[in-house]
């Protein structure tokens, strides 16, 4: 009789101890390394990146309105025979299609002058991005501009090589001596240009040429414009009776827009060259002028 009552008490012990060890184990899996009680999850991956913000403009201004009218009238100077009305309609500019004017836009301008021909076109271009996980609207725009950059040929920002590119179109005659001297001493490569002037008297004659020589007339990229900018100047193949025509274009970004002004001088006389300064002195002007309106 005490056997069996000695089992009957060590029984109900081993089935309490049992049931006392499962409980720890199943607090054990819902506590966290450091035994707080906290669960966790265990999976790999489950957090996800939060999206970018969206850009900065939401809409775009009208490019017919978006250009005062002293600039205006500076960059297209109208025909003193035009009437009040036709000067009126010159300034107003004509807007160009657009399939959503949210997106894109632009405005065209055409002056006729004694002088010659002068077009201006004004477009502004809002970048989305359509995955802001993996790119802001922002580094959308920025990878449209770098691409526009790369067509133009343009080094890109910060390159130190860059100045050297828009110095070699107008140093024609020392282009192939420059290659053979970089390594030895830059300051050594102006001589070979002075020495001309001082041997022969006829050498200013040919100085009006040289304005075009000027390492900061070229196409090259700006700085404090937008946020990034480029400036591409082009001027035509000269012809035995066609005129030289020169186009400058900028195009800067700010926040995820892109804008781009293109402004292009065609004389009415062969023999005219439009200046690169005053072309592009102009188009700059403006440029900046649309850049503080869209920082406002």
């Known amino acids: 009789m005490e056997r069996k009552a000695v089992r009957r008490r060590v029984l109900p012990g081993i089935a309490m101890i049992t049931a006392l060890a499962a409980g720890v184990t199943g607090l054990a899996g819902c506590t966290d390394g450091n035994g707080m009680g906290i669960t966790s999850d265990q999976k790999g991956g489950g957090s996800t990146a939060a999206p970018a913000q ?17 600039r205006l009238k500076a960059m297209l100077p109208a025909a003193d025979s035009l009437t009040t009305q036709q000067r009126e309609q010159l300034y107003a500019g004509t807007a160009e299609p657009s399939f959503d004017g949210d997106r894109h836009v632009g405005c065209r301008w055409n002056a006729q002058a004694p002088e010659g021909t002068l077009l201006l076109s004004v477009t502004f271009e809002r970048v989305v991005s359509y995955d802001r996980a993996a790119a802001s609207d922002d580094d959308k725009a920025h990878t449209v501009f770098v691409r526009r950059l790369t067509d133009a040929h343009l080094p890109f920002p910060g390159i130190t090589g860059s100045p050297s590119p828009s110095t070699a179109p107008g140093t024609a005659p020392g282009a192939s001596a420059s290659p053979a001297q970089p390594s ?25 040429a040289s304005p075009s020589t000027a390492p900061e007339l070229g196409s090259r990229v700006l700085e404090g414009l937008g ?23 900028i195009v800067f970004r700010t926040s995820n827009v892109l804008v781009t002004i293109e402004y292009s001088v065609q004389p009415s006389g062969p023999a005219a060259i439009p200046s690169s300064a005053e072309t592009q002195d102009k188009t700059r002007q403006l440029a900046q002028a649309l850049a503080e309106r869209f920082s406002e």
């Open 54 to 70: 969206p850009g900065k403009y939401r809409s775009l201004p009208q490019p017919c309105k978006a250009a005062d009218s002293k």
């Open 184 to 208: 030895g001493s830059p300051a050594a490569t102006p001589a070979p240009a002075s020495a001309p002037p001082s041997a022969s008297p006829s050498a200013p004659v040919s100085a009006p």
């Open 227 to 249: 946020n990034e900018a480029y400036l591409d100047d082009k001027l035509s193949p000269a012809g035995a009776s066609a005129a030289q025509s020169r186009t400058v274009r």
